[in-house]
């Protein structure tokens, strides 16, 4: 594309972020990134038609490049949106949550969409990072799930307090209390 706009830019990153992140851009996603390009054009009815043409024209120009070239692109894009003369490090931040916005849109923020973030912030001039180093790969997690649940039904069973004999089968009887009536001599 020609001279794009810094919102069709903004629209371009925002895309390729959705789509090499997950391999699709989900519904929820679409309707994060048209809603944060809604904001920063001041979405109105006489700007209706520009909105309409950034989306379209941004979508285009990110499927034009094959798919084994988008992510070189996108790069270039964050660090072209990064180095505009206009845009400063709290500009850059709000892009970067919004990335984070458009990644949590479908209710998880995954492994590969941190990774990714992680790259463009860096790429971008921003210290952020997302990613979970400290954890390791998440093949086991439903037996871990399944692990915690069962050791928290044990514990479960347990709660109680428990005094003298153990065997709560026999019939225990309280003491009897004495009496404060008169004794017969």
């Known amino acids: ?36 390009i809604a904001e920063w054009l001041d979405l109105s009815y006489r700007n209706v038609d520009q909105y309409e043409m950034i989306m379209r024209e941004s979508l285009q120009w990110f499927n034009s490049y094959p798919e084994d070239e988008q992510k070189t692109h996108l790069l270039i894009i964050a660090n072209q949106i990064a180095n505009t003369d206009t845009i400063d490090e709290i500009v850059i931040k709000k892009v970067l949550s919004e990335i984070r916005d458009i990644a949590v849109s479908n209710g998880v923020f995954q492994q590969e969409e941190k990774m990714l973030h992680d790259e463009l912030a860096k790429i971008m001039g921003v210290n952020i990072k997302t990613i979970d180093d400290h954890c390791g790969p998440l093949e086991n997690l439903t037996k871990k ?11 479960n069973q347990t709660i109680g307090f428990r005094y003298g004999n153990s065997d709560l089968s026999e019939d225990v009887t309280p003491p009897k209390a004495k009496s404060k009536g008169k004794k017969n001599k």
Not at 3 to 28: C, D, M, R, V, W
């Open 1 to 36: 594309m020609e001279n794009p706009s810094f919102y069709h830019l903004l629209t371009f990153l925002y895309i390729g972020f959705a789509k090499l992140s997950n391999n699709e851009i989900t519904l929820a996603q679409e309707m994060s990134i048209k809603r944060k």
């Open 145 to 155: 799930t399944e692990e915690i649940e069962e050791a928290v039904a044990i514990k």
